[in-house]
């Protein structure tokens, strides 16, 4: 079965439990659905032990986003626990690269976006999943493979954003690193090598054995500006692949919401703020649109305080952009709430009053709980 996006919180009307998706496999015809299963708005449709009689009848219920309470222990319907795996060997592949490996990986983290994308998104925004080059290269992949499918880029296209999103700064992640907590003003000897790192990608990618254009120049093209005044060849926008524009919005989305050692976090709304200010001319404005649209002033993984005091985060986008549920963690005293509470929005005691930065005296938090796993 394909799966779906979602583009609304989920919340259990009754046990207020976090729901997660669920895709209906065809084997079921015939058979009882094994859980409750609900719509994206926490509306119960079909109940446990329903028998689909059919394959119109299975076709009528999977044509919608269907969710489910998750249990403990499903190892098998796991994408956060994958996630983490899958950056482990981002990080071995990257070190060592190989054509056909990197895009077997891309491959795989795009089925977990397909599976549940906000999780994904929300997740790698919280947890440090890999060393700072690689997860950002992580959350680059995510949003740059949701402008992809909007785009609608094809299977293989998908694939190839995907493994340029990697492999963007395979040539330097090493530098990346070493400016995550660098502070002050860049060296020029390291200015240099930024300038650089496009073209020494394409060249160490190809050494390694990739030959598909569209990935080589994606990654080649990532820092060009529509007003000619990106880097390496000072490129305008008509010359710019479509696919090099969707990693240069996905890749300044993520650096400006992604923290730094001696910074915390931006918001998604200066991000965007941004995007559509001072970067409006050098950045696809159509793309930064596009993104909005399916990102929302929110995106999953926003903290928040609520007006109960309570420290929440978003976990799912929001039709139309304007969050409607968040999940909360800690409670007014900064207590870790167990399980996770789903808060509606609307109500004036959860209502957003701002946003929220992680503290260090925090207790440990189950992030995967957010989303229903874990």
């Known amino acids: 079965m394909g799966a779906w996006d979602n583009t609304a919180p989920i919340l259990h009307p009754d046990t207020r439990a976090v729901l997660r998706p669920v895709h209906l496999d065809p084997a079921l015809i015939g058979q009882p659905l094994p859980w409750d299963v609900f719509t994206e708005s926490g509306v119960l449709i079909a109940g446990a032990g329903l028998a689909l009689a059919d394959e119109a009848h299975f076709n009528k219920l999977a044509a919608r986003p269907l969710f489910r309470e998750g249990e403990a222990g499903e190892a098998a319907d796991a994408p956060l626990a994958r996630l983490v795996e899958l950056a482990k060997q981002a990080e071995i592949c990257l070190k060592q690269p190989e054509a056909e490996a990197i895009r077997a990986l891309a491959r795989a983290l795009l089925a977990l976006r397909r599976a549940d994308a906000d999780a994904c998104l929300g997740y790698a925004s919280l947890m440090p999943l890999a060393r700072p080059s690689v997860g950002h290269a992580l959350r680059v992949l995510f949003v740059a493979g949701l402008l992809a499918e909007a785009l609608d880029f094809s299977e293989a296209e998908q694939e190839s954003v995907a493994a340029a999103a990697l492999t963007m700064n395979i040539a330097s992640l090493g530098l990346h690193d070493r400016l995550f907590a660098y502070a002050g003003v860049v060296p020029e000897a390291d200015r240099a090598a930024l300038r650089g790192h496009p073209q020494a990608g394409v060249d160490l990618l190809k050494r390694a054995g990739v030959s598909d254009a569209f990935w080589l120049d994606a990654v080649r093209q990532h820092h060009e500006n529509m007003d000619a005044s990106g880097y390496p060849a000072g490129l305008p926008g008509g010359g710019i692949a479509l696919a090099a524009r969707v990693l240069r919005v996905a890749d300044f989305y993520c650096a400006k919401i992604g923290g730094r050692h001696y910074r915390p976090p931006k918001s998604a709304g200066f991000a965007f703020q941004e995007l559509f200010g001072q970067e409006k001319t050098r950045l696809d404005s159509q793309i930064a649109t596009q993104l909005l649209r399916r990102m929302g002033l929110y995106p999953p993984g926003s903290l928040v305080r609520l007006a109960n005091r309570e420290t929440a985060c978003i976990a799912r986008r929001a ?56």
């Open 319 to 374: 039709q139309g952009g304007a969050a409607r549920w968040a999940v909360s963690v800690l409670d007014a005293r900064e207590c870790v709430l167990e399980p996770p509470r789903a808060r509606d929005l609307a109500a004036r005691n959860h209502a957003i009053i701002g946003t929220a930065d992680r503290q260090p005296g925090w207790p440990t938090i189950n992030w995967m709980a957010v989303w229903g796993y874990g």
